[in-house]
């Protein structure tokens, strides 16, 4: 099964069905029951971010439900991420809802307009899209400043919030801890009017970074460490990527999150874990907007997931940057990196990744998933999908001794093989509807010469080996022919033996060719035998560059229990050899996926290959899972 790359919102007026196709998981419990009570029902959408008014001068919200997905846009999206974009798309998706791309860019310092780009392709790339009537752009946080401060002030006004001059050190002390309870700011008490005149200084740029913050007043007492009167506002000089100069005050992430989703009519919120223990501040915050009538009603919920653990892969995007600049990768699109780029490069494909996503589901709970469990999506994607082709990777001449004498000198006999062997079967001759599209072949030769894989000879025949091995003496001393294989689309061939060079290194493989047991003929029955072996004409062979990659850790969980993860790096995750691969493999498209019969799924490669002239594979995954093994 898999499941195709429909836009999210494109479909927002599919209706809220579940699909019964799709594992239910508790984020489409709640969602299917919000439907179903009309929880949001009433809600008006001003046709883009705002405030109360905005919305209320709305009409009725055309999506059913909101969600979003918000970077920050300080590195390159992974699979974590692709997790998340899957979820919250494809629940808007689903639910005849929107999914809201929203660059988290509050915070000034880290920020940079390359990785915008990338997670822009990146989305888009996994197959959704956040364009909605009157409005194609992504959204940016730092948009909602002014409002931002607007929320702050209010609360200030309101008794909600007080300047704190207290030193960073003194306000950690003051917090207290798990089992003791915080002591109050000697400032806690100041009158709304003196912190307004604060406030408005620290924005003026009256004070250093860092002098003072505005914190939230809630409850030093609160088992919640996270409402001991959080801070909310912060004095940091720095230029911001879209507002430049504008700011010398920032908002913090707790109070700036709930805001951005309130202001976009968000319905469910939906975080990792480790925010669990914001949703109280989350929902204070929004509340007591709601109370000013600085936002509209209802508000909305933040909900949490377990995040992806992948194991061999680590997802911080901290540690991939060090990957990255210590040039143990070669980029991060580097095919073993697991971001969004890498795995692309990598040979990955959105719906692999989409299937991945849907079985994977949701929890409440950590856990790791297997690496061979995001292989395994990639292949059933693959599987009738990839163009399948023969590639010797490690390659030895077969000479057809009696070719010259028996199909003429120098011939070339055309061969054909389906490109997608399930779309033959699938098109049978005589049933295939008039004017369809015939299933595409490939065209090779055979000649006296091809290439086969080094493995497929032995002088002496391992027990159970099917492959070619030279005439030897039976039990009762009498000589047995040498074995017959098909050359697999081409001739049964009986093997004679094999030279060798002087440091007893096998230069030919030697055979006779059967002349009447040429695949698809009447005669292609007449011998049978037990093995079939892929191989490539030396006439048309081409010579392909290959990247055999393996997994870039040997420790399952690289990064678990702060061990070292560059301690356990492979040293041989990566082996390039020279391969000989058929005609069609050398006219590729970059990013064109194949299977190399009996070998695995490969990639062309997206940056390097030149199409005709320079063939560049990376190995995508293997046929069979081997991890184990
Ligand atoms: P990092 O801590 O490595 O910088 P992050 O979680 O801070 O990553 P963001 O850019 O803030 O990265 O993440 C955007 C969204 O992606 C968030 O909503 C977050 O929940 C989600 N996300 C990030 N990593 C994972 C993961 N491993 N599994 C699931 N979702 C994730
Ligand atoms: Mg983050």
Redesign the pocket.
Known sequence: MTIAPTPANAHAASGPLADPNKPSHFLRQIIESDLEKGTYAQRRWGGSPGDAAHHGAGGPDPAKIRTR????P??YLHI??A??ICLNFGLARDYGGVCHLRF?DTNPEKEDTEYVDSIIDAVNWLGFDWSQPGNTLPYQASDYFDFMYRAAVYLIEAGHAYVDEQTPEQMRINRGDFGKSGLNSPQRDRSPADNLARFEQMRDGRYEDGAMVLRAKIDMASPNINMRDPAIYRIRRANHHNTGDTWCIYPMYTFAHPIEDALEQITHSI??LEFEDQRPFYDWLLQRLIEGGLLASPAPKQYEFA??NLTYVI????KLAQLVYDQRVNGWDDPRMPTIVGLRRRGYTPEALQLFAERIGVSKSDSWIEYATLEGCLREDLETKAQRGFAVLNPVKLVLSNWDEVMGAGHLEPCTQPALPHAAHGASAGTAPEGAVPPPERHFAIGQEVWIEREDYEDVPPKGYKRLYPPRSGPDGEMLPGNKVRLKGGYVIECTGANRDANGIITEVLATVLPDTKSGTPGSDSVKVKAAITWVGVADGVNAEVRLYDRLFLDANPDASGKDFLASLNPSSLKVITAIVEPSLANARPGQNFQFERHGYFVADRIDHVQGSKPVFNLAVGLRDSWGK
């Open positions: 997905f918000p970077p920050e300080n590195g974590g991420h997790k998340s988290d975080c990792t995040r992806l997802t911080s995007k901290r």
